[in-house]
């Protein structure tokens, strides 16, 4: 993360809005080797980045909020409760590790907003027309098709 007036206390929080921040004690990095360009460099460093984190745990998620995310992204989250978020984009292990948690600001913030309620509504005449004269324009196509006699 750049210092780019950040004040010490922010940085010990990953700050999605105003009212959502995450304490950086809730996320566990975990490194590995690898995989990739990098030639010799790649097999002597870890540079992997696996971020997991307990949402189920966590207490700075609305439960609305908590309960949209758990159902959109139950395939990330494992029988502990932890999402787990993974980089190995880069070369380097800090950037990487800013790669899990700008991914993870992505996946919570595509949950904050609830979804529209959607409005039930009826085709309106003309639309019924048409889609039945479509349906005898296209009966009408396949019946001229067939061999005469054949009824």
Not at 7 to 32: A, G, H
Not at 57 to 64: A, Q
Not at 84 to 104: A, F, G, I, P, W
Request: hydrophobic share 25%; proline share 6%; net charge positive.
């Amino acid at each position: 993360m750049s210092s780019k007036n950040i004040s010490p206390n922010e940085e010990r929080f990953l700050v999605l809005t105003r009212s959502v921040k995450i304490p950086r004690d809730e996320f566990r990095f975990i490194t590995s080797t690898s995989s990739g360009p990098g030639g010799q460099h790649v097999n002597k460093t870890s540079t992997k980045v696996q971020l997991r984190w307990n949402v189920q745990s966590t207490c700075c998620l609305r439960d609305d909020v908590r309960e949209r995310f758990l159902k959109k992204y139950s395939r990330r989250i494992n029988q502990e409760g932890e999402l787990l978020v993974t980089s190995q984009r880069y070369r380097s292990q800090l950037r990487n590790r800013d790669d899990c948690l700008e991914k993870l600001s992505e996946l919570i913030r595509s949950v904050l907003v609830p979804p529209k309620k959607r409005k039930p509504t009826r085709p309106s005449r003309a639309s019924k027309e048409r889609r039945l004269k479509e349906k005898k324009k296209q009966s009408q196509r396949k019946q001229s098709r067939k061999p005469p006699g054949d009824d």
